[in-house]
């Protein structure tokens, strides 16, 4: 009897909390839908918002940050998860700080440091910083996995006189898939939902990403409660999908402790 | 058009403090590099050899008004056979950022959008890097077109130290003025007419609210409206002078003046009498502009900037005008400033045909395509241009007022960098009832008197 | 990779590498290929993380408008943003607001985590996956979403309205008292699922004997739930403290979406000031104090709290 008491109860208050998470989300899209299936709104908020031009640098942008900060988090997690040589601990120790450094301070001189090189109102001005910080936390996650490998497993490639690089290509590296996927998953989200850099750097409505393009969208005086709504889901569709179809990383990198917000 | 108002006034209030003539770094001038602008005729705009000329504005985003450019440049184009423009559009950033290695190198364009104050233009004047327009300004009597006033933004001592004098470095195109719309019918039903001393606005606000209409539709989530409605009422309230000698920190004057504290009282008093619409402190643009096209609400209390879309909202329903001084029979004062100035550089290819070019965009015809195009000019559009009644027309009659009695009075809040922050979070204040007129008063004057202070030197 | 670093080992008996030969030593001895490894993810980091972090320290002794030429202060710059009541209120929303996104959700974590039977849970992944999603959205579509419930006439008072409690309503984000319990909420409603996760995690890692110990010896509910599912979640209620609270910290994107400080001031942040005065108001100097005094509070809050937890745990 108890169990089934406390079954109903851990079940009752699961409901209930999965049912606030989602009740605000439900309710923007009947906003957005406008009390139909027409999409109209949606058609309208993607014009008037230019939330295609969004699209399209949000993609570009975090498309670069993730492919670049893996295979350097690879390479720089690989090192010291498997070599030692001399400063190794003080590199870890480095890059551990970027794991939760705030962007809010280095912000302000990496505005004016990359205007002095003409790198702001481009790509650039947020893909290197972004892929920065991504690289920081990478080489924390990808040092983890390389440090579980088993040792054996190293050493024999060595005997049989694989180099480090043919190592890492052909024995390390397809046991590391799915760590990576989860990194590459959590290099997405980071990137994709980023809004202070891209306030910062991209003045310029053509580079500017999707989240940017919305909070200019609703600054706009024109802009009614409805194509607001459908504004908002617009930019949250491309990460809510990714993450259905990959929650499982998701959930690896939470469980992990890994998600720096 | 409202993000562009953003835009501007963090151009302003990041890069333009008005009043720091000595702060201004390592510039170092070659004078040498300046040439009058009479005697560089290196390109005629006569001869009709294939000429580019590179056109360089710093609006991107704006793009209702690059578009206006864009047809400007193809009338110039068939007007000088021969010329190709070359326009290229850079976000507002990018002039203040890479203006001064630009036009020192050989890729400066042949005309370009500047910013104005110290620290934009003063710097390039300075250094050398524009040209003087007076001559080009005597040959097409620049002088005549444009309010006296709003013309001494693009001026500057040849030393680029003295700000608002001296040699004329830009000339703008376009301009913004503040003041109310109202919805006809409402007031029609109401029985009210347009009221001409602010005794009688505030009355009209009564017999609104008592007839149950929102009097102003207003709402301060967004955080910047608040300052066009309370400088509204101290351009109504305070002498046309005192109000210019404050942004330009003129004459040792303060902000805590009768006037201003009259004014900040009359704010809080029409919040407390229920004079804006209900829950304002928490309401978005989407919601009170969007009431106010619906209906709901008298007046509004905004910008040229507005006009296309209330006007594609509410057609010949909505006006213009200006709030009425507290004595009767004084023409108002109103705020109103010029965009981006135009100017030559230095090193331009072609500076004669470039002068024309500035001479075009500025000239009445191109005020006329401004105004189709629901854009605010400097220049005043031949007569009939804007549809008779209707709130273009309106805007274009009170700025035509403004420009004959020399009342334009410049952003309050471009007094100094923080005034902005500062205003508009104590005008949120005083409207919640958070704190006194006179307090906030205080505070305006604290921010102000460190600057002045801080720049005088 | 250059090969003439990355030689094959011709397995020279362990212990005779001698240094600066080509012979490799057995994995975890000392390999100056590492270098190499690191190097390109070090260089971009260093540039473009580590390097702007300093210079923001080093810029935050300066006088600097972003244009003209930076004059030093010394530490005038952190007297001002101490004696500045703007920025002290800044800070203080932010201990409010931890409140908000670390206390409160790690406590409704807590009470799931007590009401949770010993039996598997069915349906836990999607359970999971729903808790989870605030968390996956980008703050500035959450901020969006909420801007718009908690308008003055929107579904938050209109659901107030027919429930009868008409006189509860607000304009929630124009209300001097309410503008940062509103957003606060928000960050709650974000961040209760990441701790709930957590803890639906952790406690399947507890072994049942130490439940049926518990029982055996007689306990409550109650004490069950301190003396043993208390203990078993500490690493995860630390995880779920850091980054709860360095997101309360960091608070940026839903005040300045959403009411852009206001009131007043009544919903500013460290964050937000950071921007204003680096970007909008060209006091390049104050931002950079404010940002490395927020990093500096950071940097400390997570040792502090993962040291704090351990003790009082273990």
């Known amino acids: ?261 | 058009m409202r993000f562009n108002r953003i835009q501007r006034r963090r151009r302003w209030s990041l890069l333009a403090p008005l009043v720091i003539a000595g702060v201004v770094g390592a510039c170092s001038s070659s004078a040498s590099l300046a040439p009058s602008a009479a005697s560089s005729t290196t390109s005629s705009a006569a001869s009709s050899a294939p000429v580019t000329l590179v056109v360089q504005d710093g609006e991107a985003g704006s793009t209702e008004r690059i578009g206006t450019y864009k047809l400007l440049d193809q009338q110039f184009e068939q007007q000088h056979p021969g010329v190709t423009i070359q326009h290229t559009s850079e976000p507002f950033a990018n002039l203040t950022a890479t203006l001064n290695l630009q036009l020192s190198s050989s890729a400066a364009p042949d005309v370009t959008q500047v910013n104005q104050g110290y620290q934009s233009m003063g710097i390039l004047v300075k250094g050398g890097l524009l040209q003087p327009l007076d001559s080009y300004a005597t040959k097409y009597g620049w002088g005549a077109r444009q309010p006296p006033t709003l013309l001494d933004a693009g001026k500057f001592s040849s030393d680029g130290k003295q700000f608002g004098t001296g040699n004329l470095y830009g000339i703008s195109a376009t301009g913004d003025l503040v003041g109310l719309y109202y919805n006809k019918a409402t007031l029609q039903k109401l029985g009210l007419e347009l009221p001409t001393t602010l005794a009688q606005f505030t009355n009209d606000l009564a017999v609104a609210k008592q007839a149950g209409v929102t009097p102003i539709a207003f709402g301060d989530l967004d955080k910047s409206p608040g300052i066009h409605d309370f400088q509204a009422i101290v351009n109504a309230l305070a002498p046309v002078k005192y109000q210019n000698d404050f942004v330009y920190g003129r004459g040792g004057v303060s902000f805590a003046t009768p006037e201003v504290i009259q004014a900040a009282a009359m704010l809080q008093d029409w919040a407390n009498k229920g004079y804006f619409t209900p829950g304002f402190l928490g309401l978005g643009y989407s919601d009170w502009v969007n009431g106010f096209q619906g209906g709901k609400g008298l007046f509004i209390i905004t910008g040229s900037w507005y006009n296309t879309q209330l006007l594609d909202a509410m057609g010949s329903n909505v006006g213009f005008f200006l709030l009425p001084r507290a004595t009767a029979g004084e023409a108002p004062v109103a705020t109103g400033a010029g965009g981006l100035p135009w100017a030559i550089p230095t090193r331009a290819k072609n500076p004669t045909l470039a002068a024309a070019y500035i001479d075009f965009i500025t000239s009445s015809q191109a005020a006329a395509l401004f105004v189709q195009r629901g854009d605010n000019p400097m220049t005043s559009p031949p007569a009939g241009t804007a549809p008779q009644g209707s709130s273009t027309a309106d805007i274009l009659a009170a700025w035509a007022q403004l420009e004959q009695n020399d009342n334009f009075v410049p952003f309050m809040d471009w007094a100094t960098p923080t005034l902005y922050n500062t205003l508009s979070a104590g005008i949120e204040e005083l409207l919640g009832n958070q704190t006194t007129p006179s307090t906030f008063v205080q505070q305006g004057q604290a921010d102000y008197g460190k600057f002045v202070t801080s720049s005088s030197h | 990779m250059p090969s003439s670093l990355d030689r094959p080992p011709v397995s020279p008996p362990p212990g005779r590498a001698i240094r600066g030969s080509p012979d490799l030593p057995p994995p975890g001895a000392p390999r100056r290929i590492g270098y190499v490894y690191v190097l390109p993810a070090l260089l971009v980091y260093g540039t473009f993380a580590v390097v702007p972090l300093l210079h923001a320290g080093w810029l935050s002794f300066f006088s600097w408008d972003g244009v003209s030429a930076p004059t030093w202060v010394g530490a005038e710059n952190y007297q001002q943003l101490v004696a500045d009541p703007q920025l002290q209120g800044a800070f203080l929303h932010s201990l409010v607001l931890i409140v908000f996104y670390s206390l409160l959700p790690v406590a409704i974590g807590l009470l799931l985590a007590a009401s949770l039977s010993r039996l598997p849970i069915r349906g836990l992944t999607v359970f999971r996956t729903i808790l989870f999603l605030p968390q996956v959205i980008p703050m500035v579509a959450l901020a969006v979403v909420w801007r718009l419930i908690y308008a003055p006439d929107g579904p938050l008072n209109q659901i107030l309205g027919t429930l009868g409690l008409g006189s509860l309503g607000h304009p929630w984000l124009g209300d001097f008292v309410w503008a940062l319990p509103a957003i606060g909420a928000v960050g709650t409603w974000v961040m209760y699922g990441l701790a709930m996760v957590l803890f639906l995690a952790g406690i399947q890692k507890i072994p049942s004997s130490l439940y049926d110990a518990a029982r055996v010896d007689g306990a409550g509910p109650l004490r069950e739930f301190f003396a043993v599912t208390l203990p078993g979640l500490r690493n995860e209620i630390v995880v779920a403290l850091v980054l709860t609270m360095v997101a309360a910290l960091r608070n940026f994107d839903l005040v300045y979406v959403m009411t852009r400080g206001g009131p007043g001031n009544a919903t500013d942040v460290p964050a937000l000031e950071v921007y204003i005065r680096a970007f909008q108001v060209g006091d390049v100097g104050s931002a950079a104090a404010v940002g490395t005094t927020l990093a500096v509070i950071i940097f400390a809050l997570v040792i502090v709290v993962q040291r704090l937890v351990e003790e009082r745990l273990t």
């Open chain 1, 1 to 261: 009897m108890r169990l089934r008491f406390e079954q109903g109860v851990t079940y009752t208050v699961l409901l209930l909390f999965c049912a606030v998470a989602v009740a605000p989300l439900l309710g923007i899209l009947v906003v957005a839908l406008g009390g139909g299936a027409h999409f109209d709104n949606f058609v309208g908020a993607w014009n008037a918002g230019d939330l295609g031009t969004g699209l399209r640098n949000s993609v570009v942008i975090t498309t670069t940050v993730v492919v670049a900060s893996a295979v350097l988090s690879v390479l720089s997690g690989y090192a010291l998860g498997t070599m030692r040589f001399r400063g190794d601990t003080l590199i870890f120790a480095v890059f551990l700080i970027g794991v939760v450094m705030p962007f809010e301070a280095p912000i302000v001189p990496l505005y004016y440091d990359l205007r002095a090189f003409g790198l702001t109102d481009s790509y650039w001005g947020v893909i290197l910083p972004d892929t920065a910080l991504s690289v920081a936390f990478g080489t924390f996650w990808m040092r983890a996995f390389f440090l579980s490998t088993p040792v054996s497993l190293i050493e024999a490639a060595r005997i049989d006189g694989a180099s480090s690089r043919a190592t890492l290509q052909h024995i390390l590296l397809p046991l590391a898939r799915p760590h990576l996927l989860t990194l590459m998953v959590l290099v997405f989200m980071w990137t994709w939902n980023d809004f202070l850099l891209s306030l910062v750097m991209l003045s310029n409505p053509s580079i500017q990403t999707l989240p940017l393009k919305l909070a200019v969208f609703q600054g706009r005086y024109v802009t009614d409660v409805s194509s607001l709504a459908s504004g908002a889901v617009i930019v949250m569709l491309p990460v809510v999908l990714v993450y259905i179809i990959l929650q499982r990383h998701f959930m690896r990198g939470a469980l992990s402790g890994a998600l720096k917000l």
